[in-house]
C-alpha cells in the first residue's frame, strides 16, 4: 500500500487502525464536501475532491489519519443542474455528530472538519462541532479553504470567491487534471453587490446572506452553465501554490488542536 493509501481510514484493518489512533495523540480529518454542478468544466464532486487533497497530503506530513470523506453537503440551490445531490443540513448535524461519536468510542478525541463546500456548509458544521464537544468532551475544529486562504489569495490576480470560479478552477487542474474540462469553463464576471458578499477576503461590512432562489440559479445555469466568477482564468500553476498554502496552513491547524488545553 503506497503512503498515501495509509492515511485513509477505510484502507486499514482496525489494529492499523487502533495503534494509528495511539501514534496520532487521537487525531482525525473528517473531509465533508458536496455532490453538485461546478460549472461546465468541473466536475460535481469537486468540493469533496480538494477536501480530499488537502486532508492526504497534511495528514501524511502530520502523521495521522483521514476519516472516509462525507460527499453530500447542503446543496439545494444547486439542485437547478443535473447531479446534484443534497442532504437536509438537520440530517447532516446528525450523520457529523454520529461519526465523530462512533470515532470517540475508540480513543479519537481531537477531530478536524475540513470543509470543501464553503459558506453553505459552514453553518451546520458549527452546530455539529459545539455539540460533539459539549456531549462527548472531543475537541473539534472547522477548517476551511476559503477562510483559512484570505492571505494568500491576496496576492493572487484572482476575482472574489463565487462558484466553480478561477480559484475551484485551479485548485482542481492541480489536484485532478484528468477531470477538469478547461475547453467547457465560461465566465460569469461577479456584479460586485454592496451588500451581498460571501468572499471572506472583501473588506467591506458582512455579513448579509442572501439564499439563493430556484430562479436565480435557474439564470445562472442558462448564462454560464453554472458558474459564478471568471473560471477561464484558472491556472494550474496557481493551483498547486494555493494548495500548498492550504496544506501549510492545515498542519498549522493540526498542531493548534494537538495543544488545545
Ligand atoms: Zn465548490
Not at 207 to 236: D, F, H, I, N, W
Request: net charge negative; glycine share 6%.
Amino acid at each position: 500500500m503506497t503512503l498515501e493509501k495509509e492515511v485513509w481510514l477505510q484502507n486499514l484493518t482496525w489494529e492499523d487502525v487502533k495503534q494509528k489512533t495511539t501514534a496520532s495523540q487521537g487525531t482525525i480529518i473528517l473531509p465533508i464536501g458536496s455532490t453538485e454542478q461546478h460549472g461546465a468544466h468541473l466536475p460535481v464532486g469537486t468540493d469533496t475532491m480538494v477536501a480530499n487533497a488537502i486532508a492526504e497530503a497534511a495528514a501524511l506530513k502530520a502523521g495521522i489519519l483521514v476519516a472516509p470523506p462525507l460527499w453530500f453537503g447542503w446543496s439545494p440551490h444547486h439542485l437547478v443542474l443535473p447531479g446534484t445531490i443534497t442532504i437536509r443540513a438537520e440530517v447532516l448535524i446528525e450523520v457529523a455528530f454520529d461519526v465523530i461519536k462512533s470515532l470517540s468510542n475508540h480513543n479519537f478525541d481531537k477531530f478536524i472538519l475540513l470543509n470543501g463546500h464553503r459558506i453553505v456548509n459552514v453553518a451546520w458544521m458549527q452546530i455539529a462541532a459545539e455539540r460533539a464537544k459539549r456531549e462527548l468532551g472531543v475537541k473539534v475544529i472547522i477548517f476551511d479553504p476559503a477562510y483559512m486562504s484570505k492571505e494568500f489569495t491576496g496576492d493572487m490576480e484572482w476575482g472574489e470567491v463565487g462558484h466553480a470560479e478561477e480559484i475551484e478552477g485551479s485548485h482542481m487542474w492541480y489536484c485532478h487534471p484528468d477531470l477538469v474540462k478547461m475547453e467547457r469553463a465560461r465566465d460569469n464576471p461577479h456584479q460586485h453587490d454592496r451588500i451581498y458578499h460571501v468572499d471572506p477576503r472583501y473588506s467591506g461590512d458582512t455579513l448579509c446572506y442572501v439564499p439563493s432562489s430556484p430562479a436565480e440559479m435557474e439564470r445562472l445555469a442558462e448564462k454560464s452553465g453554472g458558474t459564478s466568477g471568471e473560471s477561464t482564468k484558472a491556472s494550474q500553476e496557481l493551483g498547486q501554490k494555493y494548495h500548498q498554502h492550504l496544506v501549510d496552513r492545515m498542519l498549522e491547524a493540526i498542531a493548534f488542536l494537538q495543544k488545545l488545553a
